[in-house]
């Protein structure tokens, strides 16, 4: 696995530009372990300071420093991103594979579950819960609401490879050779999903992110965690746009977008690793 | 047929060294959707033997039913194909089973160590996203009981065996050619030194010289492990080949058994003997006959023989009855009114 991401590293232009900007992310986020303010103390530097010299992003009008805060909010948002996608990933793959393989009234059951899902209207369901909560509403309570809220069209996309898995040559002779149903699912067809998984594991991550924020800068979150979506929502509380502070809501948006891009080019080099097919293509494609 | 005379391809026939015998089969398809029953019956009452080392091959049109006869030999059915009567027994290790009353456990301990299966379309057998080594190790490790390193070395001994270069193990199928991964797909199947290898279709879309190779290592391995096998292709050349004894298919029945040599040359059904005729021979430019009409459709099978729509020699009786398969020489079995008439039968037969 290292030697294949050493080579991913060196060879791959996509994977070494994704690792580069990712990593300088996440080195920015552990930066948050050695902040030496914690996150909600205010007024602990003057306020409304353009970024300069002592105060690389400048300061907020709550009295804290932009990069520290923003250490603790990028940190919070990648750990929640990562914590929904893996959660849904997890459900949309055990539903979608046994589903597409097993068919019959498993699929039935599975399937009137999942559209069930689909249905529902997910942004009312989340303020709801917020409403409920209250004061309870923490980020790992929100990331299992949307992880479970977050699966289902995937998983259909992975019950419909699932069935047309099923009913290829090599998953006959996984049946004739006596695999169980559980071994031609995890050893056969997940392999096969995966590039599938990645790309969704990236929606998804886009999307969940984008849905905390959105959820933040409205005040349905608990606005005591610092997030990128808190980090905007007390940036409007104090019009900072209007006031042109304009460093408290820039710099959280330009490092969430450094943090997909770096995450989108990763999975795309990934993906190349997994997918022998894709590897082809690339070699078609780069061939004049 | 003169009995002294030395064939070349001798067929043991002995009861005791029976591996396969298939009595009475009867497999059909069956749906009930929205009250709307329908039945296929793809094979109805095939009976055939198998001896020890045999090759037996199996012909006939598409959708004759010969896919269905061996996934239903093998037991690797699934709805709506259902078995409705008749029995498949298999004598492995001295001991005589009907593998439909075997249990899902001893059906897994039977399968690759004693019997194995080329499926049709076996080019894809190997999943495109896994290494052929993996692959093998998915399928036919868990029936060797031997540690991975012992397991490896003898996949690679079998490959070397086969000539074929044991790096194929790290490619993945999409690397290797048609021709490569048949053979590693015959390869698969034979690592475990079965008994009985049914092989559908193992040659098709293979161009002729890659396809004699391929049924020459096919040939090679069967006899090494001394196994028997069921071969299944509408490719009579093929069969002429490969084949110890042929046995020619038509709309889920069997018409016609016998040694190769004697089905080619002393065809007795009207429908094998057409699709002799049909075979191409050097020097030979008139004009071949087709045969009129269409196979029959199997959900509503025509009464009788099923060959009579399309039979130049159909009478009466052939309409009303199906004929039995009866002996018509040593070892050869045909099923019709006309040319292979029974004893009981003969003056119907001949008066109508």
């Known amino acids: 696995m290292l030697t294949v991401l050493r080579d991913l590293f060196r ?61 603790f909010a990028i940190r919070n948002t990648m750990l929640f991103g990562f914590a929904v996608a893996i959660l849904s990933r997890l459900i949309a793959v055990a539903v979608g594979l046994w589903s597409g393989y097993r068919g019959g009234l498993a699929d039935r ?24 909560l209250r004061d309870n509403m923490s980020w790992p309570l929100l990331a299992l609401a949307m992880a479970s809220l977050g699966w289902a069209y995937d998983a259909r996309l992975i019950r419909a490879v699932a069935l047309s898995l099923k009913t290829r040559e090599f998953t006959q002779q996984g049946v004739f050779s006596g695999m169980r149903a559980s071994e031609i699912v995890t050893q056969e067809h997940l392999p096969y999903v995966l590039p599938i998984v990645f790309y969704t594991t990236m929606n998804n991550m886009t999307w969940s992110i984008g849905l905390e924020v959105t959820l933040s800068v409205l005040g349905f979150t608990n606005i005591d965690t610092p997030t990128v979506g808190v980090m905007i929502y007390w940036a409007n509380q104090h019009t900072a746009l209007v006031a042109g502070i304009w460093w408290w809501i820039a710099f959280p948006v330009l490092f969430v977008v450094i943090l997909f891009i770096g995450l989108f080019l990763l999975a795309v080099a990934m993906n190349e690793y997994i997918d022998p097919r894709s590897r082809l293509a690339r070699m078609g494609g780069a061939t004049p | 047929m003169s009995a002294g005379a030395p064939q070349p391809h001798a067929v043991p026939q002995a009861q005791d060294e029976r591996v396969l015998a298939v009595s009475d089969l009867r497999a059909w398809y069956q749906t009930r959707h929205f009250g709307v029953s329908r039945e296929v019956r793809a094979v109805d009452g095939v009976s055939l033997q198998v001896a020890r080392g045999e090759i037996y091959g199996l012909a006939g049109e598409s959708s004759c039913g010969k896919s269905t006869l061996v996934k239903t030999i093998a037991r690797a059915i699934r709805p709506p194909l259902h078995v409705v009567g008749g029995t498949v027994r298999f004598r492995f290790a001295g001991r005589e089973r009907d593998i439909y009353a075997l249990s899902q456990a001893e059906l897994a301990r039977m399968r690759w160590r004693h019997l194995s299966y080329i499926l049709q379309g076996s080019m894809n057998v190997l999943n495109p996203v896994r290494r052929v080594r993996q692959s093998f190790v998915d399928f036919a490790y868990p029936h060797l009981d031997q540690p991975m390193p012992e397991f490896l070395a ?75 096998m069921i071969l299944v292709t509408h490719d009579i050349g093929v069969h002429a080949h490969v084949a110890d004894r042929i046995g ?3 709309a889920g029945r069997l018409v016609e058994e016998g040694p190769t040599r004697d089905v080619l040359r002393k065809a007795r059904h009207p429908y094998t003997a057409h699709l002799v005729a049909s075979l191409p021979r050097i020097g030979d430019d008139t ?44 070892a050869h079995r045909a099923a019709c009114w006309v040319t292979a008439p029974p004893a009981q039968h003969a003056a119907p037969g001949a008066a109508a």
């Open chain 1, 11 to 71: 060879y791959r232009f996509e994977f070494r530009l994704g690792a580069i900007l990712t990593g300088c992310i996440v080195a920015f986020a552990a930066l948050s372990f050695v902040s030496p303010y914690p996150p909600q103390d205010q007024f602990v530097v003057p306020p409304d300071l353009p970024p300069s010299s002592p105060y690389w992003f400048g300061t907020t009008s709550r009295g804290q420093e932009v990069f520290w805060q923003l250490s």
């Open chain 1, 109 to 132: 059951v599975l399937m009137s579950l999942n559209d069930t899902f689909i249905v529902i209207p997910l942004f009312p369901l989340l303020v709801l819960f917020y409403f409920v």
């Open chain 2, 154 to 228: 003898l996949v690679e001994a079998h490959l070397a065996r086969i000539r074929l270069d044991p790096a194929v193990l790290d490619s993945y199928p999409h690397a290797l050619s048609g021709g490569m991964r048949q053979r590693v797909t015959i390869a698969l199947a034979s690592v475990c030194r079965p008994d009985f290898i049914i092989a559908d279709e193992p040659t098709t879309a293979l161009d002729v010289v890659v396809q004699k190779d391929v049924l020459g290592m096919l040939r090679a391995v069967q006899r090494e492990i001394r196994s028997s």
């Open chain 2, 248 to 250: 020619i298919m038509y």
């Open chain 2, 287 to 330: 004009p071949k006959q087709s045969l009129e009409g269409a196979p029959p459709n199997l959900a509503d099978p025509p009464p009788g023989c099923r060959f009579h729509p399309r039979c130049p020699l159909a009478t009466d009786i052939c309409r009303k009855e199906a004929p039995p398969l009866i002996d018509v020489a040593a």
